[in-house]
Structure formats: structure tokens, C-alpha cells
T-cell receptor
Framework: DAKTTQPNSMESNEEEPVHLPCNHS???????IHWYRQLPSQGPEYVIH???SNVNNRMASLAIAEDRKSSTLILHRATLRDAAVYYC???????????????FGQGTTLQVKP | GAVVSQHPSWVICKSGTSVKIECRSL??????MFWYRQFPKQSLMLMAT?????????EQGVEKDKFLINHASLTLSTLTVTSAHPEDSSFYIC??????????FGDGTRLSIL
């Protein structure tokens, strides 16, 4: 499974934008880039995913480098409720050996300061 | 949005007891369900992938006779921890997805074996 590399932790101030980086230099052409986050004592929550083009939804934006070897999750205005562990995960398509499963790395722990 | 319900949310039991955890997709039919475990301050570790009507596929190092998975319908998968011991104490999390849609996670089951 292709791996991702994320910083262990990041800090942000409330109501400021946050850019969470992820490196995935061994990404294959069929891997989607998924982002999930996990609040304490809860299951992970889907945030966003993309393949090649930048993506926006109500939670965040995903900026994908042209060579797809890195991506950045953007929270436009961080709130205290955004404090969580953010996971960047590559997910293969069905039919590949990956079978759509998610392999979690250590993620980035985001602290949001009031 | 898609909802995955996990039950019970926490359980405490004596060593040697078998414990069953249920995972239900409430508003969609899940083609695949996944089981994870998470130790304190660690990331999620995939235990097994489960497809309805077929045997689960276990990740390397996960004892299939210890962690029995039954996926009887498109909306229900169960994980039974057989003859549980204190080292099996952990946070168990399930997820479900339909095709290549994002995975939706339950809120986890905290298992404590005395």
C-alpha cells in the first residue's frame, strides 16, 4: 500500500485558515486521496477526497499537486471543534489489491487555540 | 448523510468471556464493512474486511479464531471477541461503505476486560 507522510502535530488560531500537508510520493494512478478526522473517543469522520482536481465541500478544500505527490487539506476558518487528528490516506479502487480498504497512518494532531 | 451505528458503545466484562459487537448501516446497504482496533494514543489498525455472505479477510497478524466476524446481511456485521483477556481491551471501530463511496464509521466500542 502506498504510504503517506504527515507532520505529527500542528497548531492554529481560532478563525484562521489551516493548511494540513500530506506527502504521498509513491501514489499510483488509481489511488484516491482521502482525508478523515477523528475527535477524541469517536470514530473517524470523512472529510473530503479527490483524485486529480482540487475539491471543495462544506467542511474543507483539498488542493492536489499537479504531480499528485502531495496534497493539502485546507480548513478555511478553524474553530475549536476542528481540533482533531487528521488522517491523509490513499485508497485504491475496487479490483486492485487494495479492495478499497483504508490503512491509517499516525495523522496530524491539530490544536486550535482560542 | 450515511449513518453507521455500533453497539454497545462500551462494555466491561470478566476475563474469559466472549463479547459480541454489532455494526449496522442504518440508511444504506453496505457492500463492505471493516473492523479496526485502536489502542490509546495510537492510530487505527485494520483488523479485517467483511463482505456480505462471504468469509472475512483478515489482516496479517490478526487471529481469525479469536476475532470472529459474521456479515449476515448488507446492513449488519458482528465482531465477536472470543475468550477475551485483558490484552484484548481496546477501542473497536467498524466502518461501512457502498461501492467506492467514502467509508462511514461507527462511534466505536470501548472494551475493557478485567
Amino acid at each position: 500500500d502506498a504510504k503517506t507522510t504527515q507532520p505529527n502535530s500542528m497548531e492554529s488560531n481560532e478563525e484562521e485558515p489551516v493548511h494540513l500537508p500530506c506527502n504521498h510520493s509513491t501514489i499510483s494512478g488509481t489511488d484516491y486521496i482521502h482525508w478523515y478526522r477523528q475527535l477524541p473517543s469517536q470514530g473517524p469522520e470523512y472529510v473530503i477526497h479527490g483524485l486529480t482536481s482540487n475539491v471543495n465541500n462544506r467542511m474543507a478544500s483539498l488542493a492536489i499537486a499537479e504531480d499528485r505527490k502531495s496534497s493539502t487539506l485546507i480548513l478555511h476558518r478553524a474553530t475549536l471543534r476542528d481540533a482533531a487528528v487528521y488522517y491523509c490516506i490513499l485508497r485504491g479502487i475496487h479490483g486492485s489489491s487494495n479492495t478499497g480498504k483504508l490503512i491509517f497512518g499516525q495523522g496530524t494532531t491539530l490544536q486550535v487555540k482560542p | 448523510g450515511a449513518v453507521v451505528s455500533q453497539h454497545p458503545s462500551w462494555v466491561i466484562c470478566k476475563s474469559g468471556t466472549s463479547v459480541k459487537i454489532e455494526c449496522r448501516s442504518l440508511d444504506f446497504q453496505a457492500t463492505t464493512m471493516f473492523w479496526y482496533r485502536q489502542f490509546p494514543k495510537q492510530s487505527l489498525m485494520l483488523m479485517a474486511t467483511s463482505n456480505e455472505g462471504s468469509k472475512a479477510t483478515y489482516e496479517q497478524g490478526v487471529e481469525k479464531d479469536k476475532f470472529l466476524i459474521n456479515h449476515a446481511s448488507l446492513t449488519l456485521s458482528t465482531l465477536t471477541v472470543t475468550s477475551a483477556h485483558p490484552e484484548d481491551s481496546s477501542f473497536y471501530i467498524c466502518s461501512a461503505n457502498r461501492g467506492m463511496e467514502p467509508q462511514h464509521f461507527g462511534d466505536g466500542t470501548r472494551l475493557s476486560i478485567l
